[in-house]
Structure formats: C-alpha cells, structure tokens
Antibody, heavy 118, light 108 residues
Framework: QVRLVQSGAEGKEPGASVKISCKTS????????IHWVRQAPGQGLEWMAV????????TYAQKFQGRVTVTRDTSTRTVYMELSSLKSEDTAVYFC???????????WGQGTLVTVSS | QSALTQPRSVSGSPGQSVTISCTGT?????????VSWYQQHPGKAPKLLIF???RRPSGVPDRVSGSKSGNTASLTISGLQAEDEADYFC????????FGTGTKVTVL
C-alpha cells in the first residue's frame, strides 16, 4: 500500500535550519509529485513546495522562495524539505503529500512538528 | 495567489445536509476543474474526499459530493453523522497551488 513516512519532531532556535525527510513506498516513485504543506497551530493548510521526483524539478511558493529547498534521493525513494532562517512563525506541523501534476494530492505523511523557540 | 475563501464554520443536526463553499476568481476555480476537497480531524493528516470537482476516491461514501458554479466550488455532506465533525479544506491549482481558508463543520 502507498505510504509516506516522515522524520520525527524537531526543536530549533531562531535563525537555524531544519531538514525533514519523507520516505515513500508502495508505488512508482517517479510517477507522482511530492508536495510540502504546513499547518501552524490552530491554523489552516499552507502549500509550500512541490518536486517532480522524475527529473528533480521544483516549484516553491513565493512566500518561501529563497528559504526552502526540496530535494529527492531516488535510490531511497525519499524526499527532503529544508527550511532555513527559521522564525517563531515557522512553528508548525509539516506534511508531505503525493500529488498529480497540477491537480489533487491523495496520500499524506503523518506530519512532522517543528518548534522554533529560543 | 491568495487563499481560496471558505466560510469559517457551518453546522447541522444529524441527518441534515451541509454545504461548504470555496470561492476563487475567474482566473482559478472559474477556469479549471482541478478542485479537490479534504477532511481533517484534530491531530490527523488530511484525507482526500473529492477530486476534479466531482469525483470521489474509492472508500468515500456517496453522501459526500462536489460541484462547481462559476467561481465557486462546493462540497455537500448529506445525512450528517457525528464523525463528519472536522475541518474541511478545498485545494486548487492555478499558476501555483493554493488551499482554501478552511471550514469547521459542527454536528449539533
């Protein structure tokens, strides 16, 4: 079955970077895009970025341009999201989710809580 | 790209129907059929309910339906049940990907 398993919770200080992993299984890795979505406490869902695992091409939300980097390792079927220059407002649960080209997402990871605090 | 607009909350009694709107512009929802809907219970990952405006994935009951008129997409839940109490989000692609602001459904 399709599974997306994310790395564990992280605690970071302001100004630091965080790198979260999303290990996939149960489908052809290069046939679906992987998105990153975050949800601040008590807030809605916010789309951040997407990667095409086939060629590695990425698209980032304008809000995160210059601060977010998404990469993939096809040998381990894993996608990574790195967010730099962390601020307290980046405290959120970060989800990876599998998607179709310019269309919906279906399977989701369990979420990774990132807490930014001094 | 601004977030798509949803009502903050809707409510209904068991057995009733509720409809959640997702309003965009003629440049996004009005022009494309890539609207999907997700249900999220507290502390859980979202779950896909509707894709491509009206299509249901396997396992989603037919009392859940989607539609679109002009710049507004809608999700209707009929025969409301206690387990329908959750947050609901729409999602679309236009130049970039964007979620709706989210709607809390309360079962009275």
């Amino acid at each position: 079955q399709v599974r997306l398993v994310q790395s564990g919770a992280e605690g970071k200080e302001p100004g630091a970077s965080v790198k979260i992993s999303c290990k996939t299984s149960g489908y052809t890795f290069t046939s679906f895009y992987i998105h990153w979505v975050r949800q601040a406490p008590g807030q809605g869902l916010e789309w951040m970025a997407v990667i095409n695992p086939s060629g590695g091409g990425t698209t980032y939300a304008q809000k995160f341009q210059g601060r977010v980097t998404v990469t993939r390792d096809t040998s381990t079927r894993t996608v990574y999201m790195e967010l730099s220059s962390l601020k307290s407002e980046d405290t959120a649960v970060y989800f990876c989710t599998r998607g179709r080209y310019r269309d919906y997402v279906d399977f989701w990871g369990q979420g990774t809580l990132v807490t930014v605090s001094s | 790209q601004s977030a798509l607009t949803q009502p903050r909350s809707v409510s209904g009694s068991p057995g009733q129907s509720v409809t959640i709107s997702c309003t965009g512009t003629s440049s996004d929802i009005g022009s494309y059929n890539s609207v999907s809907w997700y249900q999220q219970h507290p502390g859980k990952a979202p779950k896909l309910l509707i894709f491509d405006v009206t299509r249901r994935p396997s396992g989603v009951p037919d009392r859940v339906s989607g539609s679109k008129s002009g710049n507004t997409a809608s999700l209707t839940i009929s025969g409301l049940q206690a387990e329908d109490e959750a947050d609901y989000f729409c999602f679309s692609y236009v130049d970039t990907y964007v979620f709706g602001t989210g709607t809390k459904v309360t079962v009275l």
